[in-house]
């Protein structure tokens, strides 16, 4: 690991007058579970680290009716799945916590490291840049081992998928985003948090170098039902190969909204409105949700290794689906 300066503020105006108009000049360190990774094996060196840690207002997790559930950047993976009215309100969201099984990672993540990590791409984390490029400038995801690469989205530059575990159910539910920097605050709808980079020196998330998550707000989901639903290689801590978080709304038995969010299978957290188009005005049955699954990826271009995504997509936008209408349970 290279040398770097260390910064403690006490402030998120002092957070933010201590990092860079340039992105890699200095990071934010929260619970450090993927950038100092990444710093170890040399992917990221920054002069200088600001720690969020002992700002007090970053912390906690509140709920209430009025203003709804209020979650501070550096509160655990842990604190939410502690939450009781996390637990009682946002099943979609609770599923998506529970599938990071680590409790390692669980005490130590954050919920704003969880939406700002960096892409899990091998060509990426092996230092062969956000893009997967070889010296010659050549792209090397279409043609090698894309296994666990994107299936929507993908018509380049970018070919990784978003590693997010909560970020579909925060955009199931409508969550926003707050962000603070030299400039003030800005809230930012979660659905538009995230983005594709077209260059090296962009990051996958709408911030600016000199900005920081303080904090997610999730309006209250009355009437809501929602569940995550997710497929793994494996129940010790991994990235899902897909995942789908849905949140329904119904009216006498039929679908009156939905959101339909997929996970792992895009650049961005992948919002699929022809799937939400299927469900409004159904009553949700096997048929339906079928249907349903069918619409989230009929616009799938799969790569040379990575066509079997499309099934688990569709197969996680099913069971989601098929879990909400239940209430949630899985």
Same mark, same amino acid.
């Given at each position: 690991?290279?040398?770097?300066?260390?910064?403690?503020?006490?402030?998120?105006?002092?957070?933010? #007058?201590?990092?860079?108009?340039?992105?890699?000049?200095?990071? =934010?360190?929260?619970?450090? /579970?993927?950038?100092?990774?990444?710093?170890?094996?040399?992917?990221?060196?920054?002069?200088?680290?600001?720690?969020?840690?002992?700002?007090?207002?970053?912390?906690? =997790?509140?709920?209430?009716?009025? /203003?709804?559930?209020?979650?501070?950047?550096?509160?655990?993976?842990?604190?939410?799945?502690?939450?009781?009215?996390?637990?009682?309100?946002?099943?979609?969201?609770?599923?998506?916590?529970?599938?990071?099984?680590?409790?390692?990672?669980?005490?130590?993540? /954050?919920?704003?490291?969880?939406?700002?990590?960096?892409? !899990?791409?091998?060509?990426?984390?092996?230092?062969?840049?956000? *893009?997967?490029?070889?010296?010659?400038?050549? %792209?090397?995801?279409?043609?090698?081992?894309?296994?666990?690469?994107?299936?929507?989205?993908?018509?380049?530059?970018?070919? *990784?998928?978003?590693?997010?575990?909560?970020?579909?159910?925060?955009?199931?539910?409508?969550?926003?985003?707050?962000?603070?920097?030299?400039?003030?605050?800005?809230?930012?709808?979660?659905?538009? *948090?995230?983005?594709?980079?077209?260059?090296?020196?962009?990051?996958?998330?709408?911030?600016?170098?000199?900005?920081?998550?303080?904090?997610?707000?999730?309006?209250? %989901?009355?009437?809501?039902?929602?569940?995550?639903?997710?497929?793994?290689?494996?129940?010790?801590?991994?990235?899902?190969?897909?995942?789908?978080?849905?949140?329904?709304?119904?009216?006498?038995?039929?679908?009156?909204?939905?959101?339909?969010?997929?996970?792992?299978?895009?650049?961005?957290?992948?919002?699929? /409105?022809?799937?939400?188009?299927?469900?409004? #005005?159904?009553?949700?049955?096997?048929?339906?949700?079928?249907?349903?699954?069918?619409?989230?990826?009929?616009?799938?271009?799969?790569?040379?290794?990575?066509?079997?995504?499309?099934?688990?997509? !569709?197969?996680?936008?099913?069971?989601?689906?098929?879990?909400?209408?239940?209430?949630?349970?899985?």
């Amino acid at each position: 690991m290279r040398a770097f300066e260390y910064a403690n503020p006490a402030t998120k105006e002092q957070a933010v #007058g201590l990092l860079s108009k340039t992105w890699g000049e200095a990071e =934010i360190l929260a619970g450090g /579970t993927d950038l100092i990774s990444l710093m170890k094996d040399d992917v990221v060196a920054p002069k200088r680290l600001v720690s969020i840690k002992s700002i007090p207002e970053l912390h906690g =997790i509140s709920l209430t009716v009025k /203003t709804g559930l209020r979650i501070g950047a550096a509160a655990t993976i842990q604190e939410l799945l502690d939450n009781a009215g996390v637990r009682r309100s946002f099943s979609a969201l609770v599923h998506a916590a529970e599938g990071i099984t680590s409790p390692q990672i669980r005490s130590m993540g /954050t919920v704003g490291g969880d939406l700002c990590q960096r892409p !899990r791409c091998w060509y990426y984390r092996g230092g062969y840049g956000l *893009f997967a490029k070889s010296a010659n400038g050549e %792209a090397l995801v279409p043609g090698g081992d894309n296994r666990y690469h994107a299936i929507l989205g993908n018509s380049g530059p970018a070919y *990784f998928v978003n590693p997010s575990s909560l970020a579909p159910a925060l955009i199931a539910y409508g969550a926003t985003i707050r962000v603070f920097g030299s400039s003030g605050k800005r809230d930012i709808p979660a659905e538009k *948090f995230f983005s594709t980079p077209k260059s090296e020196g962009e990051r996958e998330y709408n911030l600016k170098p000199d900005e920081i998550l303080t904090e997610i707000i999730v309006p209250m %989901a009355a009437g809501a039902k929602g569940a995550t639903y997710e497929v793994r290689q494996k129940e010790a801590l991994d990235w899902p190969l897909a995942a789908a978080s849905v949140v329904i709304r119904s009216v006498a038995g039929k679908v009156h909204s939905a959101r339909v969010v997929m996970g792992h299978v895009a650049p961005v957290p992948w919002r699929s /409105t022809d799937a939400e188009a299927a469900l409004v #005005g159904k009553t949700v049955d096997e048929k339906v949700a079928q249907a349903a699954a069918e619409a989230a990826v009929k616009d799938a271009k799969p790569l040379s290794k990575n066509g079997y995504k499309v099934q688990l997509a !569709r197969v996680a936008v099913k069971r989601a689906i098929l879990a909400a209408a239940k209430g949630g349970a899985k």
